[in-house]
């Protein structure tokens, strides 16, 4: 299992227009094959922060969405909501909990 941190950091009069864009991706990215949950949350100390956690099945997995129309389409209209590059990592399951 392949977990997945994203934090991206917004122009503050950005911010609609990415929950616009998640609102309408999160069902297909939840529904894309090897992917196992998606979730937003929001840095408590930076308000223009947000993340996204996310689970897949492998590497191969999430790699097969950075290279779908999907991830392409999504994250060049979220990327031109930025006011700083995103920071992105990846980290495999040693332990996982019942």
């Known amino acids: 299992m392949l977990v997945r941190f994203v934090r991206?950091?917004?122009?503050?009069?950005?911010l609609p227009d990415f929950h616009a864009i998640f609102?309408?991706?999160k069902h297909h990215i939840r529904?894309?094959?090897g992917n196992r949950h998606l979730e937003l949350l929001r840095d408590p100390d930076h308000p223009?922060?947000?993340?996204?956690?996310s689970l897949w099945d492998s590497a191969d997995?999430?790699?097969?969405y950075r290279q779908s129309e999907l991830f392409r389409t999504t994250w060049a209209a979220?990327?031109?909501l930025f006011a700083e590059k995103a920071?992105?990592?990846s980290?495999?399951?040693l332990e996982v909990l019942p």
């Open 31 to 33: 529904a894309f094959p």
């Open 48 to 53: 223009a922060v947000r993340m996204t956690y």
């Open 61 to 64: 997995a999430l790699e097969a």
């Open 91 to 93: 980290g495999e399951k």
């Open 78 to 80: 979220t990327k031109a």
């Open 87 to 89: 920071l992105a990592f």
């Open 23 to 25: 609102d309408r991706s």
């Open 8 to 14: 991206m950091t917004f122009r503050e009069e950005a």
